[in-house]
């Protein structure tokens, strides 16, 4: 196990669909490792795979004390809409109020191929949001309104981070997510 390099935005990884895992074995359980030791040292609420350059369906969380992980995630959404701030650990230092649905539960597997239900409300729903949207390369900087994207472009091309990770230095591309907060058959991402 070791802390990994997180991935910066600007990175194409961070925009790509991830892949759904297929196989269970001990390459998964060591990538869960290395997420929650790379999100604890950072630290973070949460971390996604492809936040550190691997493209598949693997997540981890730590809130309120409690550490998790998720794999193959799906998400059903409550009607109930939070408005709180938002950050992500491949945008340091920047955070914005976000829109997530109050209530999500997540089904998926546990690193050993055991299925597995979370619910969570608040914080953790934020979270298993969040990082399911990481998911699917939605960041949380497509859920923003259009002035506060603005406000947060200008603040990442300002930084001290952006463009170190061997880019261009070229304008990124951004991103509206195509899926509302609540789509029509309620799982609001698509998924």
């Known amino acids: 196990?070791?802390?990994?390099?997180?991935?910066?935005?600007?990175?194409?990884?961070?925009?790509?669909?991830?892949?759904?895992?297929?196989?269970?074995?001990?390459?998964?359980?060591?990538?869960?490792?290395?997420?929650?030791?790379?999100?604890?040292?950072?630290?973070?609420?949460?971390?996604?795979?492809?936040?550190?350059?691997?493209?598949?369906?693997?997540?981890?969380?730590d809130v309120d004390e409690a550490i998790g992980h998720l794999i193959n995630p799906t998400l059903d959404l409550s009607e109930e809409i939070q408005e709180g701030d938002e950050g992500c650990l491949s945008f340091p230092e920047l955070i914005f109020p976000t829109p997530r649905a109050f209530r999500a539960v997540a089904r998926g597997f546990t690193m050993h191929g055991d299925p597995v239900t979370i619910e969570g409300t608040e914080l953790l729903a934020r979270a298993l949001q969040h990082e399911t949207d990481h998911l699917n390369g939605i960041l949380f900087i497509d859920r923003l309104s259009d002035e506060d994207r603005k406000i947060a472009m200008k603040e990442i091309r300002e930084s001290d981070w952006f463009g170190l990770a061997g880019q261009s230095g070229a304008s990124p591309t951004?991103?509206?997510?195509?899926?509302?907060?609540?789509?029509?058959?309620n799982r609001g991402l698509g998924l």
């Not at 951004?174 to 899926?179: D, G, L, Q, R, V």
């Open 1 to 61: 196990m070791s802390i990994k390099q997180i991935r910066h935005f600007g990175d194409p990884v961070l925009v790509t669909p991830a892949s759904e895992v297929i196989d269970f074995d001990k390459e998964l359980r060591t990538l869960v490792k290395d997420l929650t030791e790379t999100m604890l040292d950072a630290p973070g609420a949460g971390l996604a795979a492809p936040q550190i350059g691997v493209p598949l369906r693997v997540f981890v969380w």
């Open 174 to 185: 951004i991103k509206i997510s195509p899926h509302s907060l609540f789509g029509s058959d």
